[in-house]
């Protein structure tokens, strides 16, 4: 009998932890990543705020970070991730960058965030990602189930069947008053973008201040079709 490849031992193991930590907390979830994973998982942010990368590092103080460095972000998101690495001296930021720069894909695509959005974010974003989830097991997001429509029905763990690993959303079940209460009860890290009106954070040339009252997501891509950048759906 040919014993089990890797990817179908991540198969098992998310097939298995999607129905036992339907219900789980974020600490529950993220504890079992830790017993589960070893050193083999990483928690990705945007550096809208710390709340992924606090809860993480209470289970595992010296947790992979991943943040995806587009070139586009907005200083203040550059200067949150800076942050993060002072405040969480134990975590190892990794900084996932496209093969190409900024200046070299508009030399020869132009202004991709403007004409073909969704090409820009498959070079500078989801590529990045697969090149680095390569070296993991599972990787950590911060999903939320009251984010958008599109992910309403998104579990604590599931398999990413695009990227090859196990998904762990720890938060996807909490509230934006959940939410807000862990960022002003344990004083975490926020984008200064956050209370400066922006809800979402995504690259500079792509996000505006959504209008009083609108989907806190309607300033990404405002006036296009596109509503998620390709890394979760």
């Known amino acids: ?14 097939e ?3 129905v036992a930590l339907a219900d789980a907390s974020a600490e529950e979830a993220l504890a079992w990543t830790a017993r ?10 945007n550096m809208q705020d710390a709340v992924l990368i606090d809860l993480a590092t209470k289970v595992k103080p010296d947790v992979d970070v991943l943040f995806l460095e587009t070139g586009y972000h907005f200083a203040e998101t550059i200067g949150t ?20 720069s900024v200046m070299d894909q508009e030399k020869e695509f132009g202004l991709l965030n403007k004409t073909n959005p969704s090409e820009c974010c ?4 989801v590529i990045p990602l697969q090149r680095t989830l390569k070296n ?33 959303n720890p938060i996807a079940a909490w509230s934006d008053d959940e939410f807000h209460d862990y960022i002003a009860s344990h004083g975490i890290l926020e984008n200064p973008l956050v209370q400066d009106g922006y809800p979402s ?16 997501r309607s300033g990404r891509w405002a006036g296009q079709t596109k509503t998620e950048c390709g890394l979760h759906g």
């Open 1 to 14: 009998m040919t014993a089990p490849t890797r990817v179908e031992e991540l198969k098992a193991i998310a």
């Open 16 to 18: 298995t932890a999607s």
């Open 36 to 45: 589960t994973f070893g050193e083999s998982w990483i928690v990705a942010s």
């Open 81 to 100: 991730r800076d942050a993060v690495d002072l405040v969480y001296s134990g975590v190892r930021i990794v900084n996932a960058a496209a093969e190409q």
């Open 122 to 125: 498959r070079l500078r974003k």
């Open 136 to 168: 993991y097991d599972a990787w950590v997001t911060g999903v939320r189930r009251v984010d958008a429509p599109t992910r309403a029905g998104t579990p604590i763990v599931q398999w990413d069947d695009r990227n090859g690993l196990v998904k762990i």
């Open 201 to 216: 954070i995504g690259c500079a040339p792509c996000t505006v201040k959504p209008l009083p009252g609108a989907d806190p």
